[in-house]
């Protein structure tokens, strides 16, 4: 019997990994009948993926709740019922309380039991409130519903596939190891499945996703572990793959052989996500990062020898429990000598349970604030001549969508640069040479040199 057709609204909030689970939540519901829908208002089950990260990310989910739940009053009034479904960190964290906050709630589901949505569905059928934020034995992944070619293609030509989750490092600011549990990776047959069905249906890059991706030592099919270097070796053998990206990284887990794969791998792309969170040793060692700023310095020398034109990115937290004045110097003069395309700067949040609530002498939001305003004026200056250097050269653009204006397409260059050229829409999903002709704040602007798919 054909399921009954229904609608499924889902807003992700958070992290890539998040934005993942929030498409494969949509595939595991779609033989239940469920079509995605970007109208909240017509929507059966809205599922909000949410993320505890900092205070503010997830609070701002018990205010969306709010309106969420007036959606489902009006619908109701005509007569039409709604489901409202809340995964994700938050789900993990806070787990029954939700339901005590929010009445309107009908299901809470964790990171690692969002497979088993149909079945709390059913079981959510009436008036019963469902809550599920197992660590389950079963492997998640092995559960889930490959996507539809067609679904696919509406997703565009690059696509992420997490292939490690949880955390084992502890920082003590973070709350990632208690919402998303101890690391696990996936065995490589099914990434690699999973990346050859996305490529066979149009996929041309993927980023291999995980919270420590580079932890990452899955089974092979020969009962022994793989590193994501070897990985990355296998999935650039894919036909039609043309770019592979990873993140996000810690700095202790950049093995030499991943390094090497930098220099090795046409298709590993030049750019790398490294979050040093403080340039200050002892605001490194309180955060209980177990990296020095000199290591991490010496580690991207290491990683610029075999690829010199890599392109860093960074987060960075200011206003760390005891966060001096000449802790954050040590943090400007790091960006300084790093030199970076990018970087995500957080002012330090207190998180329930974790150490770093605990500490004393807390930054006051007023320092933290002007800290943060300083390190934006530093990282902006080094983003924009980052930007214009690439002026004048030629470059591989994946153009993944129509741009700005009609007639134009917007792609990505190997170092992350959005790039909008004047060019024709069959050209998305195809890999071109560029040449930059000017920048913008948030994109470069180009001209197609040749054509070579
Ligand atoms: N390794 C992870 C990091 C996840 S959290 C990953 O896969 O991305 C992303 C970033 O949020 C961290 O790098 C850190 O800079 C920031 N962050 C984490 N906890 C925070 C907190 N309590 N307050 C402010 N920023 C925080
Ligand atoms: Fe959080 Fe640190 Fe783990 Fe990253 S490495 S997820 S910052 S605990
Ligand atoms: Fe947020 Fe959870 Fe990701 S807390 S950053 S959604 S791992």
Redesign the pocket.
């Known amino acids: 019997m054909a399921a009954v057709r229904r609608k499924l609204f889902v807003k992700s909030y958070?992290?890539q990994?998040?934005a993942y689970d929030a498409t494969r939540m949509a595939d595991v519901l779609a033989p239940e009948g469920y079509e995605e829908t970007t109208e909240i208002t017509e929507a059966d089950l809205v599922i909000l993926n949410t993320?505890?990260?900092r205070e503010r990310?997830a609070e701002k989910i018990f205010s969306e709740l709010g309106k969420v739940r007036i959606v489902k009053e009006e619908r109701h009034a005509r007569g039409l019922t709604t489901k409202i479904a809340v995964a994700?960190?938050v789900a993990q964290a806070e787990g029954a309380e939700i339901f005590r906050r929010q009445k309107a709630v009908d299901l809470v589901v964790g990171p690692q039991s969002y497979h088993r949505l149909p079945e709390m569905l059913r079981e959510a059928e009436g008036s019963t409130s469902v809550l599920d934020t197992d660590f389950p034995l079963e492997d998640k992944f092995g559960q889930l519903q490959p996507p539809s070619r067609s679904k696919i293609a509406s997703r565009g030509v690059s696509a992420f596939v997490t292939i490690q989750e949880g955390c084992d490092k502890f920082c003590t600011f973070c709350?990632?190891p208690y919402?998303?549990g101890a690391e696990m990776s996936r065995p490589v047959a099914q990434i690699a499945g999973e990346v050859e069905h996305l490529v066979s249906a149009g996929v041309r890059e993927v980023t291999l996703l995980g919270?420590n991706v580079n932890a990452y030592h899955g089974h092979d099919s020969a009962g022994g572990n793989c590193s994501l270097a070897t990985l990355v070796v296998e999935l650039s053998r894919i036909p039609g793959l043309r770019r592979l990206r990873y993140m996000t990284s810690h700095p202790n887990d950049m093995s030499e052989d991943l390094i090497a794969a930098h220099a090795g791998e046409t298709a590993l792309m030049p750019f790398l996500h490294l979050p040093v969170q403080s340039g200050s040793d002892r605001i490194l060692g309180s955060m209980n990062r177990k990296h020095s700023a000199q290591s991490y310095l010496d580690l991207i020398a290491r990683i610029r020898l075999v690829r010199p034109d890599i392109a860093l990115s960074s987060d960075f937290i200011v206003g760390f429990p005891g966060e001096t004045e000449a802790d954050f110097q040590a943090t400007l003069d790091l960006v300084s000598t790093v030199g970076y395309a990018s970087t995500y700067f957080f002012k330090y949040s207190m998180r329930p349970g974790t150490p770093g609530a605990q500490m004393p002498d807390q930054v006051a939001e007023s320092v933290k604030s002007e800290r943060l305003a300083r390190l934006q004026v530093l990282a902006d200056g080094q983003r924009r001549a980052f930007n214009a250097s690439a002026v004048g050269r030629t470059m591989d653009v994946l153009f993944e969508k129509k741009g700005r204006h009609p007639g134009q397409i917007a792609g990505k260059t190997p170092y992350m640069q959005a790039v909008q050229v004047d060019g024709a829409d069959h050209l998305i999903g195809e890999v071109a040479a560029v040449e930059v002709i000017g920048t913008s704040s948030n994109s470069l602007f180009g001209r197609l040199v040749e054509h070579r798919s």
């Open positions: 958070g992290c990994m998040n993320c505890h990260i990310a994700g960190c709350v990632v919402t998303r919270q």
